[in-house]
């Protein structure tokens, strides 16, 4: 890695997510809460439509933070709320998650990244941060 | 409805153990895009200095949020299920989840409270290998929406 200081930015990724990458992660999950599936039920509980399920958006955002430090072990903390849901259309290019990270700061040898991820300019992961052992 | 506060920093017993399958980490990392061999490739995995492959960092999801459902479906700690959402999530980690191992997950009720009508209760999933090894714990906070106006 290069020099770690605050202020430091990842590279950031892009994200498409389609219903059928709700699907996979579903079955790769074990979370099948119908929610994240079935347009029906969605819209009867009052969502405008299928949902992302949370911890796949995670799962998504943790990437620009992994593909950065290279080995998995350095990660020593990872967490983030789930302020706005993904709203995902049944349609070829689904929703769009942009994520970027900055370090926010660097104290006795580990590195806080705190990450945005975005979609249609909203943010959907609030207070989310990763810590990473650097040196 | 309030939720039983007498459940906090109650402990349950240890899960059955769970073995973290090859293929089952390969399929979680190919779920989220994951390109990083050390989740798709065994020898990349060995040339890294892990014994197979590496769990993506949310796969500890599988292991505490199935160990907590099982808690949180406790009749007696007054949760209504169908309207709980998954609020915040937190991992700590001592190393990856690496195909292989065998994990027990234990499950502790750290806290209860009741938000502008919601329900937020948090649970603490320590993770560990079934001789005992740190591996990672797992923070939730789930919330149950609006019970206070509907009767239980």
């Known amino acids: 890695m290069t020099v770690v200081e605050v202020g430091y930015e990842l590279p950031e990724k892009e994200f498409s997510i389609t219903r059928e990458t709700l699907i996979r992660y579903a079955g790769a999950s074990g979370d099948f809460n119908v929610i994240h599936w079935n347009q029906r039920v969605a819209t009867e509980v009052g969502l405008p439509d299928v949902i992302a399920h949370g911890m796949l958006t995670m799962g998504l955002a943790i990437q620009v933070v992994t593909e950065w430090i ?16 993904i709203v995902v259309p049944d349609d070829e290019s689904g929703a769009s998650l942009r994520v970027s990270g900055s370090v926010t700061a660097v104290d006795d040898g580990v590195a806080t990244i705190t990450l945005k991820a975005i979609c249609d300019d909203v943010t959907v992961l609030g207070k989310a941060t990763a810590q990473v052992r650097i040196g | 409805m309030a939720l039983n506060a007498d459940f906090i920093g109650r402990t349950y017993p240890p899960s059955e153990p769970y073995l973290v399958g090859r293929e089952k980490v390969r399929e979680f990392a190919h779920a989220l895009g994951v390109t990083d061999l050390v989740s798709l490739d065994v020898d990349a995995a060995r040339e ?16 505490s949020m199935a160990a907590a459902e099982a808690v949180v479906m406790d009749p007696d700690l007054g949760l209504d299920y169908t309207r709980v959402v998954h609020g915040d999530q937190r991992f700590e ?11 027990v997950c234990t499950v502790t009720i750290d806290g209860i409270r009741s938000v502008a009508g919601n329900d937020m209760l948090t649970t603490r999933a320590d993770i560990a290998t079934t001789d005992g090894e740190h591996v990672v714990t797992s923070y939730s906070i789930l919330v149950a929406r609006g019970t206070d106006s509907e009767s239980a």
């Open chain 1, 70 to 85: 290279d080995d998995p072990s350095r990660l020593v903390g990872y967490g983030c709320r789930f302020t706005r849901p």
């Open chain 2, 48 to 63: 890294r200095g892990y014994s197979d492959l590496v769990a993506p960092p949310t796969y500890a999801i599988r292991l």
């Open chain 2, 93 to 103: 980690y001592s190393r990856p989840i690496v195909a292989g191992d065998e994990l």
